[in-house]
Structures are given as C-alpha cells and as structure tokens.
C-alpha cells in the first residue's frame, strides 16, 4: 500500500508529518512512501534525507493524495481555508490520518466523511497506557509549554535567574503557570532551568504533586474542586461562578508574577477567562503574559490571537501554533507519534479496523460516509449511530463502502493544553 505525505498548507505551518527516520519502519510494515517535493524544508530534512532512506519523491500534489494513506500534520479541520482545496483531492475508501480539530471544527469533520474518508483524527487519541506513545497532542504541548517560556523571558526586560554581581543583586523573576497539564508542566521545568521562581496552579487538586515535582509552588484557592476533573484526567468546563470567584482570587498572584503563562483550554469551547483587564492593570510595567489558549478566545481578557500587544505596560502574547516555531523537533515527535499508530493499525502491510480496540475505534472520526466519532456526532445534532451496523472489517483500498460503525459517545476530550 502506499503512503504519503503532502507539504503543509497551513499559513505559517512549518512542521511535517514524516522526518527521514520514520521512513524505514513504515518500509518494514509492507508500506511504500512518498513525500511531496520539499515537504520538509521548512523543519530542516531534505528531500535528499528522504529518499536516502527510502522514500519516493513526488512533485505533483494530486499524486500524493491518490495515496492510500495520507498524513498530514493539518487535515482540513485544522486547516479550513487552504484545506478545501485538498479537499476534492480525497476519494471513496481512502485513509487520512493527522490533526483535524474534530470538536472545534465538527462540520469539517463532517465534508471529509462526505468523501468517504476513513478519517483518524489524532486528537482523538484515548489517554490510556498503551497509546501514550501515540499522543500528538501531549507530544505538541511539551513543545508549546516550552516555547512559551522562552518567549517570555525574552520579552520580560529582566534575567529570570538570581545573580549576585559586582552591581548588586539581582532578584530571579517570578513566573505563574496557569494550568498544569503537559504544556504547563512543560512550561514549570523551563522556567525553573532558566532560574525563575516559579508557582502553579491548576483547578485539579490532584495534579499537586507533579507540580511539587518540577520544582514550583503549587498555589491552593479556597474553591469547590471535586467536580473540575473529567474521567480522562482533563480540566473540565466550570460555571461561571466558579470563575469569577476563581478570577478574583487569581489577580492578586498575578499582579505579583513577572511572567504569567496560561494554558487552560477546553476542547471544542471558549478558553475560560482567568485574567480580567483589571488583573493586568494590577500587575507592574515591563510584566508578560503568554496566553496559550488565544486560539479559542483566551484566558487572559486582553489577549488576541497570534498578535503581541501592551497594556498597560504588560506585553500580552498569543502564539496558537508555538510547535510549528520548533518545527525540527516537534515533526519529530510527531512522527513518531504516527509511525506508533501506524504500527498499531497495519497488519501484514495493510490497515485492519478492529473496533474491540479502543485506541482505533476511538481515533476514527469518520468511515464509509459517515461521521463515526460520538461527539462529534452530537455537535452536528446527529443521531447516535446504531449498534448493530459495527461489523469488524480489513479496511483496504477499494472496498465497499461498509456501514456505520458505533462508537463511545464520550471519548476522552482534547488535552486543556491545545494549541
């Protein structure tokens, strides 16, 4: 079977779904590879490093998506208005694997079901033992969490470590991470590696210790918490009540950080607002915030999407796509986070759809014309799809379409570091 993977057409989309190294497993699993010429330049691997490893270069994109696998860091979800043009080249049967925003952009979801695309939407990915090796959405926030960091403390006009100089003193900087999933924690060891004092807070009480164990404070609010955590581990959704309250309690902290970093997202909703225009006004002139939730609203009142502004004397930064600025590394972690799916999925060189396992059943967002995913299914208004229409199937190239399959109507959500 052949696989392929098309350059990025993303604005600003450096990354690439495949590095050189991935090549040779995807080899011995029976696959033939292909990129599309100069797919990886922009991340810093070279046609020449493909094909020396195996890999069939192609500069025609329509030959790329007649594939019977394609992979992309951006599907059409994740990509709505330069994806549409890749969007007539998908056909009946075809795999698409990558990041689409299924519960952001659901109706995206739904024109690649319409093409009868066996979609795996790698958001998706169930938080489970066994598929942590698979999961590009931790994997992308290890790299945001940390980038983030270094964009503060390169705004901030102060050193982050405590220096003891001829001059005098200087004091080391006070960070405040919002939210202690992977990005934030990420976020926590960063800035403590480059000297910073650093404090954190998440609405799980239980994510204490691993605060504790990157080296910051981790900062407790007199809140109702039993509730703030999903069966998945995620952050869930609160009221508003409990956000104001939280609000309140988080301005005086934060009028006391140097560099403030927010990462608390929730899937398919606004990012909760944690920062009010007053809080910043509280905090002194020269202060940052990173807001890493821009992309859905922000959890700082003032922040815009991809844009830097000032406020008050407070730089507030946006960044929605942080990965793709480390684009070396994270097409490498997110490489092999596909090339472990594909090694999970392909069975004597072809893709075999096993709807016992959970990390496939969950993954696929659509199959034989239909949107597959619960959710994203109830976010279209859909009606559940039948149980008895889930016969387990090989999935090959040019078969038939099969018939709806059933799915779990609450899948694991997105991580609340998105970006």
Do not use: W
Not at 366 to 380: D, Q
């Amino acid at each position: 079977m052949q696989i392929a993977v098309p350059k990025e057409t993303y604005p600003g989309e450096r990354r690439v779904a495949l590095v050189p190294s991935a090549v040779a497993p995807l080899l011995k699993l029976g696959l033939e590879v292909s990129i599309q010429a100069g797919a990886g330049d922009e991340a810093g691997y070279l046609d020449s490093a493909y094909s020396g490893q195996g890999a069939r270069i192609v500069e025609n994109r329509g030959d790329i998506f007649a594939a019977d696998i394609v992979l992309q860091v951006r599907c059409l979800g994740a990509n709505q208005d330069a994806g549409q043009a890749d969007l007539e080249k998908l056909s009946d049967g075809q795999i698409l694997i990558g990041t689409s925003d299924p519960l952001g952009a659901p109706e995206s979801i739904q024109q690649i079901a319409e093409r009868g695309v066996t979609h795996f939407a790698m958001e998706l990915i169930p938080r489970i033992t066994r598929a942590q090796g698979m999961d590009v959405l931790s994997s992308m926030a290890t790299v945001a969490g940390y980038h983030a960091v270094l964009m503060g403390a390169t705004a901030l006009p102060k050193m982050f470590p405590m220096m003891m100089t001829a001059a005098g003193t200087l004091a080391a900087a006070k960070v405040f991470v919002i939210g202690a999933g992977v990005a934030g924690l990420q976020a926590i060891a960063t800035a403590r590696r480059l000297g910073g004092i650093v404090s954190a807070y998440d609405v799980r009480p239980v994510v204490k210790e691993q605060v504790e164990s990157v080296g910051a404070k981790f900062v407790e609010m007199q809140l109702e918490t039993t509730t703030a955590e999903d069966k998945g581990g995620y952050a869930k959704a609160m009221g508003e009540e409990f956000y104001q309250k939280q609000r309140e309690l988080m301005a005086t902290i934060v009028a006391q950080s140097d560099v403030v970093v927010t990462t608390a997202a929730i899937p398919g909703r606004e990012s909760p607002l944690l920062i009010t225009a007053e809080a910043v006004r509280g905090m002194s002139p020269g202060s940052v915030i990173v807001d890493l939730a821009a992309e859905r609203g922000g959890n700082c009142e003032l922040s815009q999407a991809d844009q830097q502004v000032i406020e008050h004397g407070v730089t507030i930064m946006g960044p929605t796509n942080l990965p793709s600025a480390v684009a070396f590394h994270a097409s490498q972690m997110f490489a092999k986070n596909i090339t472990n799916f594909l090694t999970h999925l392909i069975e004597d060189g072809k893709p075999r759809i096993d709807l016992e396992d959970e990390i496939t059943r969950d993954t696929m967002a659509t199959r034989g014309g239909e949107v597959t995913s619960g959710r994203v299914r109830e976010l279209l208004g859909l009606a559940p799809l039948e149980v008895e229409k889930a016969p387990e199937i090989d999935e090959v190239q040019g078969d038939s379409p099969p018939p709806p399959i059933p799915f779990d109507d609450d899948p694991p959500a997105e991580s609340p570091e998105k970006q």
